[in-house]
């Protein structure tokens, strides 16, 4: 595969792990290169590292296609540092757009995936409806819990998030908001950030600690549940592929632009929830406009990978 194709990929996928609503999976899934991810993920394992003494660090690095995941994961990297102050504005400023463009994008793409499935069958569409039913009632999770600190907490919160972020539909970004702990993480990627570029030394401690704690997260959530995802791959391919394709369409109803804000009020807490509504019900500028733009987009987006996508064979180890 190309190094600068596969590199944007990356950024991209980078920048939808920034967005609540939006799954690094999905992207992965839309651009191609879900499958050769999740085989070269699970290949990383005690076995694969201690045979580096007997056959030598080439034969490691061939194994777990060391070449592919570097060049994702600089791309991913790179999407995360570029874009976390960038998508925070477009969220906090042209959020219907941005929200229009993601919907764009997996309504498109469902059409594309559902073409990898080996044999239709009918019965395919009772996992496809639970991958929904899953995804819409994880959507409807409230997420206005308060924010922990606590380094085990952090810790447990990454790692269900990245199980999360390789599954289309559900957003890690948003695991992370329900259990409360995305500010914490966001705050320190931001930290983290001002520490290498700026040299700005304050709590430079704590900000490497809990950079630690997030990446061990990360790297234990990818390494365990890339190995269910190959089984899962391997064993139910076609079932796999529906149950996704249902988790990315009930995963719809979480990024939809258009949500009034509903305030509750408590003796103790003002706490608000959203409902979702037509545009001509919104409580604001609901932007028809450059929303259909940015939806249209999404899906030309999408034509367009797949027009260039050069031919990806998955790895069958």
Same mark, same amino acid.
């Given at each position: ?201 304050? $709590? ?78 919104? $409580? ?24 260039? $996508? ?8």
């Amino acid at each position: 595969m190309n190094f600068l194709n596969l590199y944007f990929k990356g950024i991209f996928m980078g920048i939808a792990d920034l967005v609540p609503g939006v799954s690094g999976g999905t992207i992965a899934l839309i651009l191609g290169v879900y499958e050769d991810l999740i085989y070269s993920l699970s290949s990383i394992s005690f076995s694969s590292i201690k045979g580096i003494r007997k056959n030598g660090i080439l034969s490691f690095w061939k194994e777990i296609n060391g070449k592919f995941l570097t060049i994702l994961f600089s791309g991913i990297l790179t999407g995360v540092i570029m874009f976390t102050y960038i998508i925070d504005w477009l969220i906090l400023h042209y959020s219907i757009p941005l929200w229009a463009f993601f919907i764009g994008l997996l309504l498109s793409s469902v059409k594309f995936i559902n073409q990898k499935i080996n044999s239709p069958d009918w019965k395919l569409i009772i996992y496809l409806i639970l991958g929904f039913l899953l995804s819409f009632k994880i959507s409807l999770v409230d997420s206005n819990f308060s924010t922990y600190n606590n380094e085990v907490f952090l810790f447990f919160s990454c790692l269900l998030a990245v199980s999360a972020m390789l599954l289309p539909g559900i957003s890690g970004a948003f695991i992370l908001i329900v259990l409360g702990a995305y500010t914490s993480v966001i705050s320190t990627i931001k930290s983290f950030i001002d520490l290498i570029l700026f040299q700005n030394l304050t $709590e430079a401690k704590l900000v490497l600690t809990n950079t630690f704690i997030i990446v061990s997260g990360i790297v234990f959530g990818l390494l365990i549940f890339s190995k269910i995802f190959k089984w899962l791959f391997i064993k139910f391919h076609d079932q796999t592929l529906s149950f996704l394709i249902g988790l990315m369409i009930g995963g719809i109803n979480n990024i939809w632009p258009w949500q009034n804000k509903i305030i509750i009020k408590t003796s103790e807490l003002e706490n608000y929830t959203t409902n979702i509504v037509l545009p001509n019900k919104y $409580e604001g500028d609901p932007q028809i406009i450059l929303s259909i733009v940015f939806f249209i987009f999404g899906i030309l987006l999408v034509f367009v990978i797949q027009k260039i $996508e050069t031919p990806n064979v998955s790895k069958k180890n």
